[in-house]
């Protein structure tokens, strides 16, 4: 019998609720490649009812015609392709425009008076972390800050703990946590999401979940791309500041947290936030940094970080770091994490190694056997892999022959139809229908700051220093050796 063909998938497209959304740094680079795309697509779907807005707000002084027009560059670059000539102009047309200084007075009556009451408000400071204070105080100042407004911020959400605590002070000066969305795109990526319904919507893993089936877990978000023009910026962040503090510990969270009871914002980020305060704090031999020195990348020369630069830098571009969840569920499974640039390919995955059988009854006819393994990919593709162990046919006269086939749902083809979406669609009308359940809450952050300034500070006391790596290959070679003197080697 033929097996069924997956078939298209069709959503209906339900609209958000009416609403005003100012976006400030709006001729910034966020807003050019994510933010309009995204807002865009929705309305392209129809989900963006008539007569709501983005209401560009930055420092240049722009006509709302010029602002229009540079708009429309932007989706031209990042959005070309998307919708017909029609609706595109119809989106450039609930555009608007304010020059506005987020440090001094110019602006904020007239950004005022543009709101609608009644309608959903939101403000993305889509700004350097350093304004979010004096954005927030005139919001409330110039009578924007009502009950039900919300305001959305990026990271970097500060550069310690120290400085995310402080930030998280002056935004809760004129807003309550509830109107604040903290954005770790991240957990706006379908796969990301799909972890939980993975878990929690199959009965045959949450019951092996935990340390008595699961040998270790490995979470790599690899990327080819170097530094991309942001410089200043990234030698002053780092690896660890840009990559693990945020995108990959809210993954660890997921895969680590307990059920929650449900689906929505407090339950969910309750349980996330257990599991990132029982990290272990740790030493420095759980962790290798590495740099890139020039090399290929397909095929392609690269320059080194330091030749991108242009000045020698301490900044690691690798880290690699052998976690612990320290509760009863994960006692003793180390959680391997790695991320880096420039390095062989761009993939983001999730790899569950579960432990070997007991006892092999086939071990007596030559058998041998490994054990089972789930490997969640997020990007570039979207998959989903089962690793289970099977018999070669044959007559088995010289012994029995078991081979790892795996069990593969690639999600392009089980959901026809179905577009990708890029993280920020979600998230933005997560935010207009007021729903914070894939932002990130203020303990959540702070828990986050915590551990990683503890691995920042061992690594100032020992005066470690990054490592030096081939551009195009899989970092330094003592993140191999990390995972290798536990017998473990990175799933590649
Ligand atoms: C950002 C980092 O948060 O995430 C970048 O600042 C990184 O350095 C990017 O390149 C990766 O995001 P994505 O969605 O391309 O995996």
């Given at each position: 019998m033929d ?5 298209p998938?069709?959503s ?8 005003d ?8 680079d966020l ?6 795309p995204?807002?865009?697509r ?14 560009g707000?930055?420092r240049s002084?722009?006509?709302v015609?010029?602002y229009r ?11 070309a392709?998307?919708g017909t ?11 608007d425009y ?8 110019q602006?904020?009556p ?5 709101l ?5 408000r939101?403000f ?9 204070g004096a954005l927030?105080?005139?919001l ?11 305001i959305?911020?990026?990271k970097p959400?500060?550069r310690?703990?120290?400085t995310?605590e402080a930030?998280?002070?002056d935004?809760?000066q004129?807003?309550a946590?509830r109107?604040i969305?903290?954005i770790?795109?991240?957990?706006g ?5 799909n ?8 009965l045959?893993?949450e019951?092996?979940?935990?340390a008595?089936h ?6 790599t978000?690899?990327?080819t791309?170097?530094?991309e ?5 990234y030698d002053?962040?780092?690896?660890l500041r840009?990559?693990?503090?945020n ?17 929505n914002?407090?339950?969910?980020r ?6 990132l305060r029982?990290?272990?704090e ?7 940094t590495?740099?890139?020195?020039a090399?290929?990348?397909?095929g ?13 830098s301490n ?5 690699a770091?052998k976690?612990?969840v ?6 003793g499974?180390?959680?391997y994490?790695r ?7 761009r ?5 569950v190694q ?8 086939f071990a007596?006819?030559g ?6 393994r789930?490997v969640?990919?997020?990007q570039?593709?979207?998959n989903?892999?089962?690793?289970l162990?099977s018999?070669v046919?044959?007559l088995?006269?010289e012994g029995?022959r ?11 083809d ?10 920020y ?8 229908e007021?729903?914070?359940?894939l ?7 702070e828990?986050q700051?915590?551990?990683?300034d503890a691995i ?5 006391a ?5 490592k030096?790596y081939t ?11 990390l ?9 590649e």
């Open positions: 097996r069924p063909k997956s078939r998938m069709v209906r497209v339900i609209p958000v609720e009416l609403f959304l100012v976006v400030f740094g709006a001729t910034g807003a050019q490649r994510k933010i309009l995204a807002l865009l929705r309305f392209v779907a129809g989900q963006v009812p008539e007569g709501s807005r983005l209401i707000a930055a002084e722009h006509s015609a010029e027009a540079f708009a429309e560059a932007a989706l031209a670059e990042h959005a392709g998307v000539a029609e609706q595109r102009k119809a989106f450039i047309e609930t555009l304010v020059t506005v200084d987020a440090t001094g007075a602006g904020w007239e950004l005022a008076t543009k609608v009451a009644g309608r959903v939101a993305y400071f889509s700004v350097a972390p350093r304004l979010f927030a105080e005139r409330h100042k110039y009578g924007m800050a009502s009950g039900d407004a919300r959305v911020v990026e959400f500060g310690d703990l120290a995310a930030l998280n002070r935004l809760a004129h807003f946590e109107q969305y903290r770790d795109h991240y957990l990526k379908e796969t990301v999401q972890l939980l319904a993975l878990r929690f919507a199959n045959m893993f019951p092996i979940w935990n008595a699961i040998d270790h877990v490995q979470i978000v690899a990327e791309v170097g530094l023009g942001r410089v200043a910026f002053d962040a780092g690896a840009d990559m693990v503090q995108h990959m510990l809210q993954l660890l969270a997921l895969v680590a947290m307990e059920p929650p009871g449900s689906f914002a407090t339950a969910v309750d349980e996330k936030v257990k599991v029982a990290l272990r740790m030493g420095t031999g759980k962790t290798v590495g740099q890139y020195r090399g290929a990348i397909g392609k020369a690269v320059p080194g970080y330091d030749e991108e630069l242009g000045k020698a900044t690691e571009t690798f880290v770091i976690a612990h320290d509760n009863w569920r994960w006692k499974v180390p959680f994490l991320t880096g640039k420039r390095l062989p390919q993939v983001t995955e999730i790899m579960f432990r070997c059988v007991p006892h092999s009854i007596g006819k058998a041998t056997m490994q054990p089972n789930l969640i990919g997020i570039p593709e979207e989903i892999s089962l690793s162990m018999k046919p044959g088995d006269r029995i078991l081979r790892q086939v795996p069990l593969d749902i690639s999600m392009p089980a959901f026809v139809g179905q577009h990708r979406r890029i993280a669609e979600r998230l933005l009308l997560d935010l207009i007021g729903d914070q359940t932002f990130v809450r203020r303990d959540e952050v828990a700051w915590h551990w990683i920042r500070a061992g690594w100032r020992e005066g470690l220093a990054p030096p551009s195009g290959s899989w970092g330094p070679s003592a993140a191999i050796a995972a290798e003197r536990d017998g473990v080697s990175w799933h």
